[in-house]
């Protein structure tokens, strides 16, 4: 029973935090990230939102520290990143382009 709760808690953050982010709601996207840390510490996706909320703070160091610990938690797919709109500054970016190469 107890799985099944934070798998609920899991995807209500990943959904809100989502939501949050792209409506520039970032205070809210703070909370659902941390709540959805504790919930669901092995997910990639948690840290893949962190570092989309990084970059809209203008946060890019903090940003590619989440985003290597997506890798880490095993996100592998290198489009992802390539096609999500809020990663785009980041794309120029050495350690960017260091952490797609080890993607591969």
Same mark, same amino acid.
């Given at each position: 029973?107890?799985?099944?709760?934070?798998?609920?808690?899991?995807? +209500?953050?990943?959904?809100? !935090?989502? &939501?949050?982010?792209?409506?520039?709601?970032?205070?809210?996207?703070? =909370?659902? *990230?941390?709540?959805?840390?504790?919930?669901?510490?092995?997910?990639?996706?948690?840290?893949?939102?962190?570092?989309?909320?990084?970059?809209?703070?203008?946060?890019? +160091?903090?940003?590619?520290? !989440?985003? &290597?610990?997506?890798?880490?938690?095993?996100?592998?797919?290198?489009? =992802?990143? *390539?096609?999500?709109?809020?990663?785009?500054?980041?794309?120029?970016?050495?350690?960017?382009?260091?952490?797609?190469?080890?993607?591969?």
């Amino acid at each position: 029973m107890d799985e099944r709760l934070l798998g609920f808690i899991s995807l +209500a953050c990943y959904s809100i !935090s989502n &939501n949050a982010i792209h409506q520039k709601n970032f205070s809210l996207a703070e =909370k659902m *990230l941390a709540i959805y840390k504790m919930a669901d510490p092995k997910n990639s996706d948690q840290p893949f939102l962190e570092a989309c909320l990084f970059v809209s703070e203008a946060k890019d +160091a903090e940003a590619l520290q !989440s985003l &290597n610990r997506a890798v880490e938690l095993g996100l592998h797919d290198r489009q =992802k990143l *390539l096609n999500e709109p809020m990663l785009q500054p980041l794309q120029a970016d050495k350690d960017f382009q260091t952490l797609l190469s080890q993607m591969q």
